[in-house]
């Protein structure tokens, strides 16, 4: 019986339709439960698809692995290894979820896909189905850009660039997604034979190719562009020009849909987004400072949305920015600055590392690995201004290219598989026990969020209290659960349970309205000092805010300091005629300091009379 006949077996059959049914749903899962897009069930699918297959790897008796070079193993564990010290270090989110615990998910996945995918039909199946997938994505934003209105409610959208939002939730990361998928189906269109296959896949590509218009994410477009400049490098039969006149026609078809639906200033200023650029830059610089204070070790996975306040008031402190800042952010949209921020410059050199093992596959396997090389590309060229390896089905698919790369130049060497060892085999049961445990707890937790979210937008305290601990339970690390909670004690007025989750919440972030709870708080304690050195961390951290300002200018009049409340009164910055609510503040603090102007000039007439009369009895 030749090798090829021991390794194709139901179960290896059985494993790739569990990743591929995986995929299908991190990429397009979005149930009511689900609060946003990082959440489950994307991550835990991923968990529980990961899980299983290492479940049936380990179950078969005499399975058998083609195996890779020792050395590769080693190269693909060091940004791992990085970071697990790097959470080490920051003992707080050592077990959180979206921490290094997650980093270790996606390797576990990585290794199903290995274990599963023997053969080259094996990898067909799987980047074929990422393929699909990426296309289907795509049909759906051609219909959410002319059809929004119809297929959801779009009035809450920033602007028309987030009509093309797909399932993933973001025009940036289903845009990442396509621009890697798009070599897959471009080098499938080129190498399909004359007939409805080649229609297809070249129908494929022109949807693709039309969606990424529609997008309006500038990194995807360089991403895609670096992905077809890679796998047309590396394989002369891309270079087809059937497949480049139906990118093209797509291209074509993306620009006629926007012109038709969208008007002609949001797309000059989707398209434009210099303000965009400019936050980019800013966020770089201080993530850049971040990393220069903790080189070696980071400020620790999931950490970093913790750490950047501080980093940003240091930024105004030095910069004075123009204008004033009112975000802050909890990545900086580039993945190599948050992987050396978080977990080191260490880590940085070990993903560099595993990069240059990644292109070295590729040179070894050329036409073979054209299409992967070109995702990975694409990939590794969005990753510049945003965070597709954040992103659950960016990330996955980042794992599946990489794998089924080494794995086709794996085989240029015809390795011969061998078996599992027993002992082999019982680590795989435990990852895929630890995989399980994994994969329900984010399950769970995220349902008790969600449901904890809804109980506290309905006002019902002691409901969503209930959900908030219990979801804690699991995950102690859980800024958003930390931060319900701390609104229930502070709807219960149970002030110290409020500070002891407030506590919680800032080592996951600053968030300015929890602040101005506590200020509030500590004003009815009569603790002036607190309240404004809460507000004043806001203010120094987000000068752009009006409320900070006003009640620091309130706090200061309460306590007789008229000249420190006019300076915080005339700190406040223009605000943008569109925001409502802040435009309410800006105008009552105008108001106020209108009341101290006209105070100040009836004190001055009062002193002037004064001086006249004492002037006239002398």
Partial sequence: MSAAANVSRPTDRLDIATLQAGLAIIVFAVLPMVPHAFAAPKEAALCLASAFALLLAAAETGRRVRPWPWRWYLI?????????????????????????????????????????????????????TAAILGAVQSILILLQVPFGDAITDVSNLPSAKWLAFGTIGNPNWVGALIAATLPLAWLRAAAAPAGWHRFAWCGAGAVMAAALVLTFSRGAWVGATAGIVVACGFAASARSWRVAMSAALGVGLGAVIAAATLPADEISGAVSRTASLAGRLRMWEITADMIADQPLLGVGPAAYAG???????????????????????????????????????PALAGFAAVCALLLTAARRVRDAGADLA?????????????????VPATTALFCLLAVALLTRAAAMTAPAPRRLSILEQAGLAAAAVLLLAQGVRVLVVERHYATARTAMTRGAWPMAEYFARAGLQLERQHGELWGILARCHAAAEDLDGFEAALRQTRRDGLVPSLEYTYAAVELRRRRTEEAVRALVDVRDTLPGLVRPHLMLAQVYLQSGNVDAARRELQAIPAVPSGDRATRRLAEQAGHLLESLDALDEQTDARAGAVAVRELGNG
């Avoid at 791992?80 to 290094?100: C, R």
């Fill in 76 to 128: 693909l564990a060091l940004p791992l290894l990085a970071m697990s010290a790097a959470a080490a270090s920051e003992s707080h989110h050592l077990y959180s979820s979206d921490g290094v615990v997650r980093a270790w998910s996606y390797a576990a996945f990585g290794l199903a896909i290995h274990l599963s995918c023997i053969e080259p039909t094996d990898i067909d199946r799987l980047t074929g």
């Fill in 307 to 345: 750490r950047y306040p501080e980093y940003q008031r240091a930024y105004v402190r030095r910069a004075d920015s123009a204008p004033p800042l009112t975000q802050l952010t909890d990545q900086p949209h580039d993945e190599y600055l948050r992987l050396a921020a978080e977990a080191g410059v």
């Fill in 374 to 390: 070109g995702g990975i590309a694409a990939l590794l060229a969005c990753a510049i201004a945003d965070n597709p390896l954040q």
